[in-house]
Structures are given as structure tokens and as C-alpha cells.
């Protein structure tokens, strides 16, 4: 097994595809003098091949950091949101690979200060893919 799919998201998707709903900066940014909220989403595809028999434990995790006065990504966590835990299983006797499809929605999420996001996805806990969304506006 294996993430073939990490996207963070910022609108979300009631029924429809996730695809082309990825995190963009400037859906994400706050105005810096002022708090609010924004609401955030993961979705993960993990690609199950014909020879996968045994059911291995996904997990995806965002890494919230905070940012510095000149808008530089700080290395100190600030909170981190497990927000996928599932079990991937095997899917019988299959020919080619199957991907299976985790998704998960926070509507409001506060934000009082420019911060990035960093999400994480795993597998069995070994970490397979990363990717960093940043919530400050460029300059």
C-alpha cells in the first residue's frame, strides 16, 4: 500500500469531487490585524495493490506552526490535530491496484494569528508524504 493522493482543502465538497479543491493561499489568508476562522479539509487516497494482504493503519496529522514578523515559517508546533485514524484493509482478489478514499472537513477552524499548516499522511506510522500550506499573506 501506498498514499498515492495528499490534498489539503479549503472548501468543501458535499457529493461531489474533491478533485481541483486544493488549499490555495489566497483562500486561506486572514487579514493580519484581525482573528477568524477558515475551514479546512483532507482528502487521501491510499492505492491497495493486488498483493497487499494485510491491513496496515492510516493516519494524517497537521502540523500547526507559528509565523514570525517577517513572515517566515517558525519551526515550534503550536497545535497539532490528528484528524484522519482509519484502518486500510486489503480488498480480496484483485488484478489491478484500488484506491481508497479518506476525507475529512473541519468547518471552523479560529486562526488569531498568521500561521502555517503542515499535513502529514502515514501509514502504519512511516511517513509518506507531506505537504505545507501557508496562511500568510505574500508580501
Do not use: C
Amino acid at each position: 500500500m501506498r498514499i498515492a493522493t495528499l490534498l489539503a482543502l479549503d472548501k468543501q465538497v458535499v457529493g461531489g469531487s474533491w478533485d481541483h479543491r486544493t488549499l490555495s493561499v489566497p483562500g486561506a489568508v486572514l487579514p493580519m490585524a484581525i482573528g477568524g476562522t477558515i475551514g479546512i479539509g483532507v482528502f487521501v487516497e491510499v492505492e491497495v495493490l493486488p498483493e497487499d494482504s494485510s491491513p496496515q493503519q492510516l493516519d494524517v496529522w497537521i502540523y500547526v506552526r507559528g509565523v514570525d514578523e517577517t513572515l517566515g515559517g517558525v519551526d515550534e508546533l503550536i497545535e497539532l490535530l490528528h484528524v484522519i485514524d482509519g484502518v486500510v484493509a486489503p480488498v480480496g482478489e484483485i488484478a489491478e491496484p484500488v484506491n481508497q478514499r479518506f476525507d475529512i472537513w473541519i468547518g471552523s477552524y479560529p486562526v488569531a494569528t498568521p500561521r502555517q499548516l503542515w499535513f502529514e499522511a502515514r501509514l502504519d506510522n512511516v511517513t509518506q508524504t507531506e505537504r505545507a500550506v501557508s496562511l500568510v499573506s505574500e508580501i
